[in-house]
């Protein structure tokens, strides 16, 4: 089972929605395919892998860098016992020449081609990943269904609170029990009005989060922290930048709600010091670690493995990303759930086709590897012109 | 003065010679010109900026989002009441739509146009940068020599301990009393046999520093710095992770030697991080911030002006880089000193053609701007061409 050839790609995520710090109209994303020597079926057997929402395509770090080592590689160092790609050593073909620190783009990047590494791992074992994910790291113990959230309630301009309560009563009704709306974009008087227009649609028991994307300057985050807590909301999310662990650590020392962070973070090194420094609590905050942006699932998984050495349950991760790698990963690893985008970030955003949710939980899929080929759009759209092209 | 076009381009740095991590066979840079439509003496303003060394060049995150950007804003809105651009808001009109947190390539790449959105302000104003800096951000107060040292001593197979002794002689000979090494690449024996016939070289007195580029782990790095301590160096630098703050805060408990980091963190946030849980001592360890990289200048200042409210002295700050970006923040902020590369990294290392380096200290350029243009093979091999192309 040999790399034959990698193709790469910009794509589109545009959208009209914004939250605290960014808007979404330029946004773009990387799309990369990896073509094995190998078969499946008859078919060949192609790995696909592409970043969520927020960071931008990464074309130059790809083919300027990571790309180039791979196809000049010796093809059996990257292979293990069995002839089977082995995610640490591509990791470390990718990352030759790389000097330590500077956890950004060429994360996203790494990222993009680790998720495709594990989706032809999972097809030439003919295998879903989370099955994969369970035998290899979990001693073979998944979950049956996972605990999904639609990612949503940007601001936008044009929908106003109504369009809000229409896009929760939406959710609602495809099955989901837990949401999440943007805060921290408007004066916090209007977020109340925002909160309690989803509070009338979600009803009790915590199951509306809040999301203030690290707009927050820390005194202006405790304020909205002690009037966050005042509902009964999941979780309060990034009200400070994501690499304030002093702000963290006063923040959970002050409030009640429970905080969520970690979509910013994108090494071991920077989860490690988060755990250490940023005060968090182990019984009810949440960790939100993004495993097609950390540089994809192998190094999320030494993360999940660290955060249980440092006494994190698995059960506290509920990854960012709203796509099927993190619905493997919840399943392969039992973490807390995941996050999903049914109506954004579209053809990535979501599950596959046919995938119900039902009372907030979504059963796994049965094709191997990621399964994006049960996504059409996403397949037809994207990945089929990709590997055609 | 408005923007009238961006122009960049990737230029190699490649050099036979590595660190303990990496070899810079392939490595590369980004070079950008930001050309007005003001002119000085007759003669149109073209700020100049480029990267140091490490990093790779960084044209997509220029091409796809940043150069798009400061094209696509109103021209006075990057200005300041004098109608000089103004670095604050350039820089936050680059970083529009861009997610905090991920402080890696990105930084790179703002750091490149934000060297020469500098450049241009000096050409403007007809001073070289450190008077600049002197006069916004240190009372115009300014050194008028600074100490720099070479980055040098890599490991380099023909080379041998013979080369490394003449390759030290030779910075003796022209002007340079302390120097640096690299270490943690061989095993500690032969790291010593090196350490030996380089202090043989530079004599006593702290002449010598050595570098272990982030290679060791926390228990190897004890070992080697109780190692190093036994002789007279200047400082150990990056043992360890440069995130690894934890370990730094063992080592600076543990060992007498001065510990010296922060070449690889790029941001405000990371530079508090480490101040914060670090365990570094502000009476005998380095800061080595570099300011081409981590965002730029204008980021470099915050992190200087951060340091001295947390307790640290301008003169802690000895910036990695090596070019004349770090000697004008040098004289200018009051640093410790600045790193150089006479022999390395050509055509970008190093000062001007006629700078003289006495008893380990450079006089301060006359040029207004960074000085570029007394850089006669960086000109005319790089920069005119980039202009004129």
Redesign the interface.
């Known amino acids: 089972m040999r790399i034959k050839g990698i193709r790469e790609t910009s794509a589109s995520l545009a959208s009209p929605m914004r939250n605290a710090?960014?808007?979404?109209s330029?946004?773009?994303l990387s799309v990369v395919a990896v073509i094995m020597d190998a078969k499946l079926e008859g078919d060949r057997i192609i790995g696909f892998g592409f970043n969520s929402n927020?960071?931008?395509?990464?074309?130059?770090?790809l083919r300027?860098?990571l790309i180039p080592r791979l196809l000049g590689a010796d093809p059996d160092s990257l292979l293990d016992d069995q002839g089977i790609l082995d995610p640490v050593r591509v990791n470390a073909c990718m990352l030759?020449?790389?000097?330590?620190?500077?956890?950004?783009?060429?994360?996203?990047a790494v990222g993009a081609l680790d998720a495709a590494i594990w989706d032809a791992i999972g097809k030439a074992e003919g295998k879903p990943l989370y099955k994969i994910f369970a035998e290899r790291f979990n001693d073979d113990i998944y979950d049956n269904r996972v605990s999904v959230y639609p990612g949503g309630g940007y601001y936008d301009e044009e929908k106003g609170i109504e369009g809000l309560k229409s896009e929760l009563k939406g959710y609602l009704d495809t099955g989901y029990v837990l949401m999440k709306i943007k805060v921290g974009g408007a004066a916090l008087e209007e977020d109340k009005r925002r909160i309690d227009a989803a509070l009338s649609i979600v009803g009790e028991g915590r199951n509306l989060a809040v999301d203030a994307?690290?707009a927050l300057g820390i005194d202006e985050a405790l304020r909205y922290a002690n009037a966050m807590s005042e509902y009964e909301l999941a979780w309060f999310e990034e009200p400070i930048?994501?690499?304030?662990?002093?702000g963290y650590a006063e923040l959970a020392a002050a409030v009640p709600i429970p905080l969520a962070t970690a979509e910013?973070?994108?090494?071991e090194?920077?989860a490690?010091?988060l755990l250490?420094?940023g005060g968090l609590r182990r019984d009810c905050d949440w960790l939100q670690f993004d495993p097609s942006?950390c540089y994809g699932p192998t190094t999320f998984l030494n993360i999940v493995r660290k955060g249980e050495r440092m006494g994190w349950s698995s059960r506290r991760h509920i990854p960012h990303g709203g796509h099927q790698l993190g619905l493997h990963l919840a399943a392969g690893l039992q973490l807390g759930g995941t996050e999903t985008y049914p109506l954004v970030f579209q053809p990535f955003g979501g599950f596959g086709d046919e995938d119900e949710i039902k009372e907030g939980y979504i059963n796994l899929p049965d094709s191997p590897g990621l399964g994006v080929e049960m996504k059409s759009e996403l397949y037809n759209k994207i990945l089929k012109p990709l590997i055609d092209g």
Do not use: C, W
Request: hydrophobic share 30%.
């Open positions: 710090v960014i808007d979404f330029k946004m773009t927020g960071r931008y395509s990464q074309g130059g770090v300027e860098r030759q020449n790389e000097k330590p620190g500077g956890h950004g783009e060429r994360a996203f994307n690290a930048d994501p690499l304030d662990f002093k910013n973070l994108f090494s090194a920077d490690e010091n250490s420094y942006l």
